[in-house]
C-alpha cells in the first residue's frame, strides 16, 4: 500500500510518489507554467480565459509557491 496525501489544490487523495500534487493539478501548472514561460506579461485573467483554469486555482498555486503575484501577472518561482 502506498502514501496518500490529499492535493493541496483540488482535495483530492493522491498516491505520493515524487509530486507534490495530483496528476490533475500538475497537468494545471504545466499549462500555466508553459503559457507564463512564453508569454510573461500575460494577466491572471488572461490565463484562466486561456486555459479554462479558474482564476482561483492558478492563485493556488501562487500561494503554494509555484508561481509569485505582480502587479496582476504571475512569475515562474520553481
Known amino acids: 500500500m502506498g502514501n496518500y ?3 493541496n489544490f483540488c482535495g483530492n487523495l493522491y ?10 493539478c500538475e497537468k ?14 500575460t494577466i491572471v ?5 486561456q ?4 482564476v482561483s486555482r ?3 498555486f501562487a500561494e503554494n509557491g509555484y ?3 505582480k502587479e496582476g501577472t504571475i512569475e515562474i518561482i520553481k
Open 5 to 7: 496525501r490529499i492535493c
Open 15 to 24: 498516491e505520493v510518489k515524487i509530486k507534490s500534487m495530483c496528476s490533475s
Open 58 to 60: 492558478i492563485l493556488s
Open 28 to 41: 494545471m501548472y504545466i499549462k500555466i507554467r508553459s503559457i507564463v514561460e512564453e508569454f510573461p506579461d
Open 45 to 49: 485573467l488572461e490565463i484562466s480565459n
Open 67 to 69: 508561481f509569485r503575484l
Open 51 to 54: 486555459t479554462g483554469i479558474s
